[in-house]
């Protein structure tokens, strides 16, 4: 199999696992991915709605995307490691993949930053989610595991779109720290306006993220 080389991503500098072996731990990552996703968005948008919550809502939202860029990711990585694809043809599919999953970051920060200023507009009160709290609590762990590790795969197979997959995840640990934090301060302190602040920071994390992406901003070393 042919060697996918982008001149964002350098080799690494340790002897690392054959092709197939790193091919096989990305799958992994991408089915982990979108295994949590999905469970963290049904119980992300259903506490979102239930508490009238905009930040933890966009939260929600962010896992529908980001599971969408797990399944961009496993059609990539299962074309090379089954041998449909190689040379030209695998480097374009994985330019698409890096273009899809960082569109889908532009999307995403469009629609909560709109939510976010509509709230504040029309200063829309949440209530405190304990549901929320804790789910973007756990996500903060688990996101930032899935990054580290795809930063990692990406720089061993020279994949800009592993290394934009890994931007992306990173976004999300820092949605959720950022929705922790407006839950959190909306609950403790009664202050309504720190749920669609909050909102707003995430709009402006996911954005300059998904502009790297798409212009290869981060080595993938």
């Not at 991408?30 to 963290?40: H, I, K, L, P, Q």
């Not at 968005?41 to 239930?50: P, R």
Request: hydrophobic share 55%; net charge negative; aromatic share 6%.
């Amino acid at each position: 199999m042919e060697h996918v080389h982008d001149d964002a991503c350098c080799a690494p500098a340790q002897p690392v696992a054959p092709r197939q072996d790193q091919l096989l731990t990305a799958l992994r990552l991408e089915y982990m991915t979108v295994g949590w996703n999905v469970v963290e968005g049904t119980i992300g948008i259903s506490a979102a709605l239930a508490a009238g919550s905009v930040a933890l809502l966009g939260f929600g939202i962010d896992s529908g995307i980001e599971s969408a860029a797990g399944l961009t990711m496993i059609w990539r990585l299962r074309a090379e490691r089954q041998g449909r694809l190689a040379g030209e043809q695998l480097a374009a599919l994985e330019l698409r993949a890096q273009k899809q999953i960082s569109g889908s970051l532009f999307v995403l920060a469009a629609y909560i930053a709109a939510d976010a200023a509509h709230a504040l507009w029309t200063q829309h009160r949440p209530e405190f989610s304990a549901v929320g709290v804790a789910l973007t609590a756990i996500s903060l762990l688990i996101m930032r595991h899935l990054a580290q590790a795809k930063r990692r795969v990406a720089v061993a197979l020279g994949s800009p779109a592993m290394a934009a997959d890994a931007l992306q995840t990173t976004a999300c640990w820092w949605l959720s720290l950022a929705t922790l934090i407006g839950v959190g301060l909306n609950g403790a302190l009664g202050w309504w306006w720190a749920d669609p602040v909050a909102a707003l920071a995430i709009a402006a994390l996911v954005a300059k993220e998904g502009r790297e992406a798409w212009h290869g901003g981060h080595d993938c070393c």
